[in-house]
């Protein structure tokens, strides 16, 4: 007699939907990510194209040549080759006053799910323009990034760093003389804590490795580095506008910058400084900084004070370090060294540098700083005029 299996005894079929349910999901999932993302990116065009309709009615035009987006899944990336940026100042009373950038080529990163956060990359060269007649300004670097913090509204915080910087001015022959260089950038600024966007206060740091500057004063025109810790007030609003306009609105508004911290470094010489600055209704730097040098006998014979006593010494000078002594008679004296024996004027002259860097440093007062004799000065700025202790050492053109 053959026995029955009992249908309990059967073994049972197991269901294979959880081995499809997985991969549906994700599917989903993906699906889902991806209408996200396009979704974002048309977004990210629309909110652009609005952000810069509304630039250009304030004068400021942002455009490219072309324009894309990619970056999927996770960024949005987005290129613009051919970057121009046209600013014109509307201060009241002037003729507007033309700017103009013109880019190879930015790229823009954001993530997806942070989209405050925007990175940047900037293809060199830049050419600048400020007015039709004068000449413009190329600024080249092997590599230049920024990235902001807070967008679409005010940013909270931005940087911008440059890589071999240099910047140079295109003259009529098409021939580009160099202006400044600098191996390493970096400019950091934030909104300085308990500051409002109707008032805002900007706390800013800036880094230079191996700058040198041309056109300023030829002491700067020997590789530096510099450290400088600034907070800036007086400012009513913070879009962007040309530097002649913002600093017009400065100096209205009782602006003025506070230099917290500084340094500055150039061979042997070290230069500490804080103090503050303003500028008056001419746009010339007024002001004064408490400055702590090392090794300023290093750099006397550059600041040109052999041509001073080609040309005079200043009678206040003089009355500092010399009282009695007018500058025609130290004139005089030069003239007639020369005439007994030829070449004994200049001697002098050269070898005045040694006195000069005495008499300055009686003028100070004593001070360590690291760890090396230092003597603490005032530098002043009086209309754009640059003053070590008594001496002349600079004009800074206005700045408006």
Same mark, same amino acid.
């Given at each position: ?41 048309? &977004? ?9 309709? &509304? ?120 021939? &580009? ?73 400065? !100096? ?8 917290? !911290? ?27 900084? !408490? ?58 002259? !050269? ?50």
């Amino acid at each position: 007699m053959t026995s029955m299996t009992l249908p309990s005894d059967m073994p049972r079929r197991r269901s294979r939907w959880p081995l499809f349910a997985l991969p549906i999901v994700l599917l989903i999932a993906a699906a889902a990510w991806s209408a996200f993302w396009f979704y974002a990116a048309s &977004q990210a065009e629309v909110k652009a194209d609005a952000w810069r309709a &509304q630039e250009a009615k304030s004068g400021r035009s942002y455009d490219c040549a072309k324009q894309s987006i990619s970056g999927y899944p996770f960024r949005l990336e987005v290129r613009c080759d051919g970057a121009r940026v046209a600013l014109t100042s509307q201060t009241a009373g002037a003729s507007p006053v033309p700017v103009t950038i013109n880019l190879g080529e930015i790229l823009a990163v954001a993530q997806v799910y942070d989209p405050k956060l925007l990175i940047a990359e900037f293809k060199s060269p830049a050419t600048i323009s400020e007015t039709p007649g004068a000449p413009p300004m190329q600024v080249s670097w092997s590599a230049a990034r920024s990235s902001v913090v807070g967008l679409p509204a005010i940013p909270q915080r931005a940087s911008i760093v440059f890589d071999d910087v240099a910047i140079d001015r295109i003259n009529s022959n098409s021939v &580009q003389v160099p202006v400044a260089r600098a191996k390493h950038v970096e400019l950091h600024g934030r909104l300085a804590e308990g500051s409002t966007l109707k008032d805002p206060v900007i706390e800013s740091v800036l880094q230079i490795q191996s700058g040198s500057a041309q056109d300023v004063h030829p002491v700067l025109a020997r590789p530096f580095g510099a450290d400088v810790h600034a907070k800036l007030t007086g400012l009513k609003d913070l879009t962007p506008k040309p530097w002649p306009q913002r600093f017009r609105e400065l !100096q209205a508004g009782d602006g003025q910058v506070e230099i917290v !911290q500084s340094r500055v470094a150039q061979d042997d010489l070290i230069a500490v400084a804080a103090g503050t600055l303003k500028l008056n209704a001419q746009g010339q730097i007024n002001g004064e900084l !408490q400055m702590t040098v090392t090794g300023l006998e290093k750099i006397i014979p550059a600041l040109g004070l052999e041509k001073m006593l080609e040309d005079g010494v200043p009678q206040a000078t003089l009355d500092r370090v010399a009282p009695g002594v007018r500058s025609q008679d130290v004139t005089n004296l030069l003239g007639a060294l020369d005439k007994a024996i030829p070449g004994l004027g200049k001697v002098v002259k !050269q070898n005045a540098n040694a006195g000069l860097a005495a008499g300055i440093n009686a003028l100070g007062t004593a001070a360590t700083l690291e760890g090396k004799p230092a003597r603490t000065f005032p530098l002043r700025f009086a209309d754009g005029t640059v003053y070590l202790g008594p001496l002349k050492v600079g004009q800074v053109p206005p700045l408006f």
